[in-house]
């Protein structure tokens, strides 16, 4: 098996961010809760064997703005349903919320379609959450 180079970031983004130890689309990922970049989803996935980004909402796989490719279904649903991703995606839709309220202005355009999922995502972890305990 090919041996993988990884970037090294500082302790500080690692400690922010958070590696699923699977691949998706046989990439290794890397989510940021206080990524200020919005494009292309918030939050989104830096790929660490190259550039592509990764739109969590869809699961569009996408080098500079254009949609280079899609994980799969099954691969897309293990992640949107990892315990430890969606703290971080509720850290993170909080984060660019307060930011952008401080100041006084949206940071990225939702469209309707993202908003909705949004708001059935977060619904969702929080009433799991509440049946846990």
Not at 24 to 33: I, S, T, V
Request: hydrophobic content about 25%.
């Amino acid at each position: 098996m090919r041996r993988r180079r990884v970037r090294v970031n500082s302790t500080k983004r690692r400690r922010l961010g958070y590696r699923p130890s699977y691949q998706l689309n046989r990439m290794l990922w890397e989510f940021h809760a206080y990524d200020d970049d919005p494009f292309p989803s918030i939050p989104h996935g830096h790929s660490l064997d190259s550039e592509h980004k990764l739109n969590v909402d869809t699961g569009e796989i996408v080098l500079g703005k254009q949609c280079c490719g899609k994980i799969k279904t099954k691969e897309h649903k293990r992640l949107l349903n990892d315990k430890r991703f969606q703290k971080l995606v509720l850290v993170a839709k909080q984060y660019h919320k307060d930011k952008n309220k401080r100041r006084g202005r949206f940071g990225y355009k939702l469209t309707k379609e993202r908003r909705i999922k949004s708001m059935l995502f977060i619904c969702e972890v929080e009433m799991e959450e509440s049946t846990d305990q």
